[in-house]
């Protein structure tokens, strides 16, 4: 393991307690990153410096304090040049949180269009400081923040680099419309997707896994989840609908890094309601909740939200109680406990009441010549009793209204 030093920032505008929650999140990205954290500082910036950021009375004490480190991590977003200074007065490999981040999805990413989206959001990142010292190519696929591409694609030709850009992202189109034509086979037959959103480690992997009864990594790290999964969930007194886990958002996430995984994240754009998975037993609850929003607004989705108050397990009810959490939320919210499974049926009760909205009750008379609209509504809806006679079989079932009139033109035929 890497040993690292972190650095925290304290800007004007935050308080002491802001920038320590946000140096205890850094410390969680660099255990997961897999790093061995030796000792962590705070700094203040009074006034910004574009060369350097920090001051270098502090950068000398810093130097001192991270000696017996191989690498040190500062919690803020460094430009090409303040990296390159500071790397050259520490005189070892610093990363700052956006390179944190993308180690961590370079290691997290499984799927071929996930690996296509980190790398392209690698190499936005890499180009700008492809100049000098401050990141040689050498260094590739060398540790934390350096896994990803590696030497042989990443030529010192700035042109090159941004032609691979360009095949990346035609080569993550082509999966993008493969992606599109699954979404709208989804809505010909009336599915409806649910997305489980939420901030990174609140549980949606643990949930999901709950729900269905599969196994998706469910890890108590941060981003354990970066590739979509979506299963099918077929309930007895619910309409089937497909299920989503996304990958979990957080502060500070890099704007080329939501661009990068774009088509990705179109699947929670697209989804007809959203299950926001809040981790209720984190001090940090509120801004995380606020956090997520802020990006699915950023991103445009504006569906049905129902909040799920996860790990209850973690928390008593009198603490439960003085969160005063109706005050706080305006979306219709149940408690959870995912990894207990408990409160899942008041979820699923919830989610059915959105999705059932457009769905009708079909009883009819039909002939034993059309026995195949069993099999479609088994498919499409939910059947409550079948009764045959003589004649044929009067069925009573639940299903989407579009069909409902397709099964009913072929009855008057």
Known sequence: KEQAFLIGIRNRKDTIAQAQESLEELHHLAVSAGA??????????RQYNPAFLIGKGKAEEIKILSQDCDLIIIDTELTPTQQRHLEDFFEKKL????GLILDIF????????????VELAQLNYILPRLKGKGFALSRLGGGIGTRGPGETKLETDRRKIRQLI???KERIERIENSRIEKRTSRKKKGIPVISLVGYTNAGKSTLLNA??????????KLFATLDPTTRKIVFPEVRPFLITDTVGFIKKLPVF???AFKSTLE?????????HVVDISNKNWEDQYREVNKILSELGANQPVIVAFNKIDKITEDNLKMLQIEQNIIEPYVFISASKRKGLDKLIKKISQYIEEDWEILDSHF???QLNIIDIIKQHGRIEKVEYDETGFRIKATLPKSYKAKILKTQDK
């Open 106 to 117: 370079a290691q997290r990413a499984k799927s071929r269009e996930g690996k296509l989206q």
């Open 267 to 275: 699947e929670i754009v697209n989804s007809d309601l959203l299950v």
């Open 211 to 220: 729900l269905t009864d599969s196994y998706v990594l469910a890890e108590d």
């Open 95 to 98: 990363v700052d949180r956006t």
């Open 367 to 369: 002939f034993f010549d």
């Open 166 to 168: 360009q095949k990346i």
């Open 36 to 45: 061995d954290v030796k000792g962590k500082t705070i700094v203040e910036i």
């Open 257 to 259: 890094l939501i661009e």
